[in-house]
């Protein structure tokens, strides 16, 4: 069975709340770290408005270097999922960070079939793919009524709370993944 899996970048592979909080801290004189961070709607944690939110984080995508991986050794861990079909990464990175996203992934050698960029975190859930990988708590309410997509849920302090949904996996890190898909190619036989 050859699958298409949807990988998201910020927050699944690229740790850009790290440097979020680096640039925030330095420009508003707070202490905040990534743990802060216990509710999707970063900004209203850091007293920003929504659109200096997302600059930020285009700040951080501009010096795409310091950006940290998620995890150690991510794009060996990323590679494991090519026995599985086809993996894109699908992102809500805006259209000037792209190509820092590009050199960012290549510079963790992360094997994936093509980038794909939506405008907004609600039109990953109308793209299709078998299985989306990422942080959004919104984006596993929305794949929760699709019939045969699944949603693999990348703990982050941000979506803790989320109650759980039966199409939904939760994981706690990278090395989890492989087990769930193989775990819903076995339900879905």
């Known amino acids: 069975m050859s699958l298409r899996v949807a990988v998201d970048l910020d927050g699944v592979l690229a740790d850009t709340m790290y440097s979020f909080c680096r640039i925030t801290n330095e420009r508003h004189g707070t202490h905040f770290d990534v ?20 600059r930020t984080l285009d700040e951080a995508w501009f010096d795409w270097k310091t950006i940290p991986p998620t995890e150690r050794n991510i794009g060996v861990k990323v590679r494991q999922l090519l026995e599985f079909g086809r993996i894109d990464i699908v992102t809500g990175r805006s259209p000037e960070t792209v190509d820092s996203a590009n050199h960012w992934l290549q510079d963790h050698e992360i094997t994936f079939d093509s980038l794909v960029r939506t405008n907004t975190g609600a039109e990953k859930s109308k793209l299709s793919y078998d299985i989306f990988i990422d942080d959004s708590p919104d984006l596993m309410s929305d794949l929760a009524s699709k019939l045969h997509t699944h949603g693999i849920l990348y703990t982050q302090p941000w979506n803790k709370t989320i109650r759980r949904i039966s199409s939904i996996t939760r994981v706690k890190d990278w090395n989890q993944i492989p087990g769930v898909i193989r775990e819903i190619i076995s339900r879905t036989r």
């Open 35 to 54: 743990s802060s961070f216990v509710q999707w709607n970063a900004w209203e944690i850091a007293h920003i408005t929504k659109d200096e939110f997302f």
